[in-house]
């Protein structure tokens, strides 16, 4: 009988990532959805077990993890992280899970003053104490999210406006974030990888200038970065539906932690799990280059 994996935030970004790779690899996949929607018949269409499920609901989390042993929680970007990860470790404790990796962020920090960095490091410890084999991965800025950060800008104005003109930060293409999950919820030798926490980057540091000039190269035309107040970004940020007063006041807090260099490094963490080198900022840009065009 095959094992199936359970996916959190299965129709997320890098939910769906993983989940194409476990499919591709003739793997059982089960997603907890919170509401079934034309992304979670997608899935179901693909021949993935569609659960509902709540983050704060704990009996819809002990049926969501009904005979698992390993599975991916991804929590949305609310305030509650703390809560949803006691929720759903005390329901994978219940249900011997074996093993769990963990959606973080690359700049978890005791100094931070984001409540959401803040949750993230209170949950890593939730985990860890639940003893349900958790792993970690802290990654970096996602390519993804210069679709909205500068894709309208760029369509309308070839600009791209982003605060802190002299900080350098990395950039990972999120389908890397997928390879890694993937690799290990389907580790032969998971042991290697509980503990750990891995902080994952793309292969490149960039500026915003540096980033203006990427996509201008990959659309063939000047795209110029344009340095403004982090408060002038955030209130730009905001007609974004998915900017909430939470996100908004983490948004402050990461442009300080950008600012003071805690993303301008990378690591070999992509290519020593996966055998790859990372994926360029380039090589996503051209694979979603109708979120930039006019």
Not at 138 to 153: D, E, I, V
Not at 235 to 252: G, V
Not at 268 to 278: C, L
Request: charged share 20%; with cysteine; hydrophobic share 40%.
């Amino acid at each position: 009988m095959k094992t199936t994996i359970l996916i959190t935030g299965a129709t997320g970004t890098t939910g769906r990532y993983t989940i194409k790779n476990l499919l591709a690899k003739g793997v059982n996949v089960r997603a907890m959805v919170r509401v079934t929607d034309n992304r979670s018949k997608q899935l179901e269409a693909m021949g993935v077990e569609i659960v509902p499920g709540d983050f704060l609901n704990l009996n819809s989390l002990r049926t969501a993890l009904k005979g698992i042993k390993r599975t991916y929680f991804c929590h949305p970007f609310k305030d509650y992280l703390p809560k949803a990860a006691g929720y759903f470790a005390k329901a994978a404790q219940e249900n011997g899970v074996e093993l769990t990796v963990v959606m973080s962020q690359m700049n978890v920090h005791e100094g931070s003053s984001s409540p959401a960095t803040q949750n993230h490091l209170i949950a890593e410890d939730i985990f860890d104490w639940a003893g349900i084999g958790a792993v970690h991965i802290r990654p970096g800025l996602f390519a993804s999210n210069y679709m909205n950060m500068a894709g309208p800008t760029v369509k309308t104005e070839s600009k791209f406006y982003f605060p802190n003109p002299q900080a350098k930060y990395t950039i990972i293409h999120p389908r890397d974030i997928g390879n890694v999950i993937t690799e290990i919820l389907l580790s032969k030798q998971p042991e290697k990888h509980i503990g750990n926490k891995y902080i994952l980057t793309g292969s490149g540091i960039y500026s915003g200038d540096d980033v203006a000039n990427e996509i201008g190269r990959v659309l063939n035309k000047k795209v110029v970065y344009v340095p403004i107040p982090v408060e002038h970004w955030i209130e730009a940020m905001k007609n974004d539906p998915y900017i909430n007063d939470f996100l908004a006041k983490h948004l402050q807090e990461f442009s300080k932690d950008i600012a003071d260099g805690k993303f301008n490094y990378t690591t070999d963490a992509v290519k020593n799990i996966t055998g790859n080198e990372p994926l360029t900022f380039e090589q996503f840009l051209l694979e979603n280059i109708d979120n930039f065009k006019s």
